[in-house]
């Protein structure tokens, strides 16, 4: 069975400082990595996904991801924080079989101060 | 382009009704999905459906179910309500079942249950 991981809780960076926003997976096939993000009483937004090639995955709103195999890790970073990315951050993996739903990691919230 | 549209964005039901969720993919996908969040969680994976085919039940009970129309909209019943059932409803839509596509999720329906 495919699961994530998001060991953090909450990541609190200050504004105009580089974040980083972790997770794991565990998948026995291929893995298809996603993040999304939530702002309050919303719904979940696309970030950005790791298919096949290049490691380093760049998305929406100056966010990129690195997927590392052999760490089986894909963590999503940002050179420089803004306010407004404070958010819910969700990580997720679809494996490279059977049917194609997503498994999510339990949430990170980021806190980006002033 | 509209994104996924769900309906209501908010309700309240009592122990022991029914209630129907419903849900508009973006134009053009076949594939809508629906999740589960409950507060402080990572969303659940519910119901998978593709040209109108259920394709993938997650873990919960028969109280659960959905259908998909011709135009490839969605509802999510959910009968005999419980406490429990309080969550944030997610549809989810992507042009196929391809585990390299974008999924993209709507604004949810918030229901709760008293």
């Known amino acids: 069975a495919q699961s994530v991981a998001q060991p953090e809780d909450q990541v609190n960076v200050a504004e105009g400082n580089p974040l980083t926003v972790k997770c794991t997976y565990s998948?026995?096939?291929?893995?298809?990595l996603f993040w999304y993000v939530q702002y309050p009483n919303r719904g979940l937004q696309f970030l950005l996904k790791y298919i096949t090639g290049d490691n380093l995955v760049k998305g929406s709103y100056g966010f990129e991801a690195e997927f590392n195999k052999s760490q089986t890790s894909f963590h999503l970073k940002k050179p420089s924080a803004l306010v407004s990315d404070s958010a819910l951050y969700f990580c997720a993996v679809r494996e490279g079989s059977g049917y194609s739903t997503l498994t999510f990691g339990k949430g990170t919230m980021l806190l980006v101060s002033p | 382009d509209a994104g996924v549209t769900q309906s209501p964005t908010h309700l309240i039901k009592t122990r022991g009704q029914q209630v129907t969720l419903r849900c508009s993919p973006i134009?053009?996908?076949?594939?809508v999905s629906w999740y589960q969040q409950v507060l402080g969680q990572g969303p659940q994976f519910i119901f998978q459906?593709?040209?109108?085919?259920?394709?993938g039940r997650g873990n919960f009970p028969d109280r659960f179910s959905a259908r998909q129309f011709p135009n490839y909209s969605s509802e999510l019943n959910v009968n005999a309500l419980l406490l429990g059932d309080s969550a944030l409803y997610l549809c989810a839509s992507s042009f196929d079942r391809g585990l390299g596509n974008t999924i993209y999720f709507g604004e949810g329906s918030w229901l709760t249950v008293v």
């Open positions: 998948v026995s096939g291929n893995p298809y």
């Open positions: 134009s053009g996908h076949k594939s």
């Open positions: 459906y593709y040209e109108k085919e259920e394709r």
